[in-house]
């Protein structure tokens, strides 16, 4: 599981990591204290992957072919390590500590790799301007984007199920949603664009209408029916909450509602998160907790 919304895409450094949008590698409960003490280096090496590969694709001045260039020798990297190869020097500090926590845990190299594929897939539609045309290309770059990371995280907590993989998915994917809809007024001027054809047509809002950052009735209607969306999604996976074992079940609880708590935050806006970046402040962390508090687990 991700951790609540604050920027594009994170688990630990702790759940606070909220307070901002949600992102990548803001799903990684690493440093929090909830998490259990025997897993923190684990998913402090997991974090440190997936937090370098985010920068490869996003930070700096590099170019997209640069990037791409990167990301291809990191990606080649992976591949080396997960066979037994020694760490190259580029990035020792991430792969030495990863090559232990995979021949520890026997972590899935697969789900890394499809990390790594989405972050390929960002700098590419990025340098294109390109769109997703629905909700089913838009949820696959989720299933490689996000949900790696909570059945990552499953793994070391030794939960392998189907209901529980399809729910840690749900939770997943909502939390990369809400990201999305969170930074609209950040991603849309980078030329990112994750409202996807159908849904825009569907509301009959072009793309230059959003270009302008400015809300209408129709781009209201649009965030609205995307934010119903995550929320759906996020209510799916919350169930899981109560199969994870002590701390990280606790863990979870806050992170679904961090992510539940900046869709109230949008839903609040009435389509102004078109145009201005919703965040968690102190008051909603009371509130976050009393809810992870009263969540129940369903009966019948």
Same mark, same amino acid.
């Given at each position: 599981?991700?951790?609540?919304?604050?920027?594009?895409?994170?688990?630990?450094?702790?759940?606070p990591?909220?307070?901002?949008?949600?992102?990548?590698?803001?799903?990684?409960?690493?440093?929090?204290?909830?998490?259990?003490?025997?897993?923190?280096?684990?998913?402090?090496?997991?974090?440190?992957?997936?937090r370098?590969?985010?920068?490869?694709?996003?930070?700096?001045?590099?170019?997209p072919?640069?990037?791409?260039?990167?990301?291809?020798?990191y990606?080649?990297?992976?591949?080396?390590v997960?066979?037994?190869?020694?760490?190259?020097?580029?990035?020792?500090?991430?792969?030495?500590?990863?090559?232990?926590?995979?021949?520890?845990?026997?972590?899935?190299?697969?789900?890394?790799?499809?990390?790594?594929?989405?972050?390929v897939?960002?700098?590419?539609?990025?340098?294109d301007?390109?769109?997703?045309?629905?909700?089913?290309?838009?949820?696959?770059?989720?299933?490689?984007?996000?949900n790696?990371?909570?059945r990552?995280?499953?793994h070391?907590?030794?939960?392998?199920?189907?209901?529980?993989?399809?729910?840690?998915?749900?939770?997943?994917s909502?939390?990369?949603?809400?990201?999305?809809?969170?930074?609209?007024?950040?991603d849309?001027?980078?030329?990112r664009?994750?409202?996807t054809?159908?849904?825009?047509a569907?509301?009959?809002?072009?793309?230059?209408?959003?270009?302008t950052?400015?809300?209408?009735?129709?781009?209201?209607?649009?965030?609205?029916?995307?934010?119903?969306?995550?929320r759906?999604?996020?209510?799916?996976? %919350?169930?899981?909450?109560?199969?994870?074992?002590?701390?990280?079940?606790?863990?979870?609880?806050?992170?679904v509602q961090?992510?539940?708590?900046?869709?109230?935050?949008?839903?609040?806006?009435?389509?102004?998160?078109?145009?201005?970046r919703?965040t968690?402040?102190?008051?909603?962390w009371?509130?976050?907790?009393?809810? %992870?508090?009263?969540?129940?687990?369903?009966?019948?």
């Amino acid at each position: 599981m991700n951790a609540p919304p604050s920027s594009p895409q994170t688990p630990p450094p702790a759940v606070p990591a909220t307070a901002a949008p949600v992102t990548h590698y803001e799903n990684f409960p690493v440093a929090s204290l909830l998490c259990p003490p025997h897993l923190r280096a684990p998913i402090a090496a997991l974090y440190a992957f997936a937090r370098t590969a985010d920068d490869i694709a996003d930070e700096g001045d590099a170019t997209p072919a640069q990037r791409l260039h990167d990301l291809a020798a990191y990606r080649a990297e992976l591949a080396a390590v997960a066979a037994g190869a020694a760490p190259g020097t580029r990035w020792a500090t991430v792969f030495g500590p990863l090559q232990g926590v995979l021949r520890q845990h026997g972590l899935p190299v697969a789900l890394l790799d499809d990390l790594l594929s989405a972050f390929v897939q960002d700098v590419e539609k990025t340098r294109d301007g390109a769109t997703y045309a629905d909700r089913t290309a838009l949820l696959d770059y989720c299933r490689r984007s996000a949900n790696p990371v909570g059945r990552l995280l499953l793994h070391l907590y030794g939960v392998a199920d189907a209901q529980a993989l399809a729910q840690s998915d749900a939770i997943c994917s909502a939390l990369q949603l809400i990201n999305f809809w969170q930074d609209l007024s950040v991603d849309i001027p980078r030329g990112r664009h994750y409202l996807t054809d159908a849904d825009c047509a569907a509301h009959g809002v072009d793309r230059a209408t959003l270009a302008t950052l400015q809300p209408t009735p129709a781009t209201t209607r649009l965030l609205a029916d995307n934010a119903r969306w995550a929320r759906t999604l996020m209510e799916q996976g %919350a169930p899981l909450v109560h199969r994870l074992p002590g701390r990280a079940g606790w863990e979870l609880r806050l992170v679904v509602q961090g992510g539940l708590r900046i869709l109230d935050k949008i839903d609040a806006l009435h389509g102004a998160n078109l145009c201005q970046r919703p965040t968690l402040a102190p008051p909603d962390w009371l509130r976050m907790g009393w809810r %992870a508090l009263c969540m129940r687990r369903r009966t019948g």
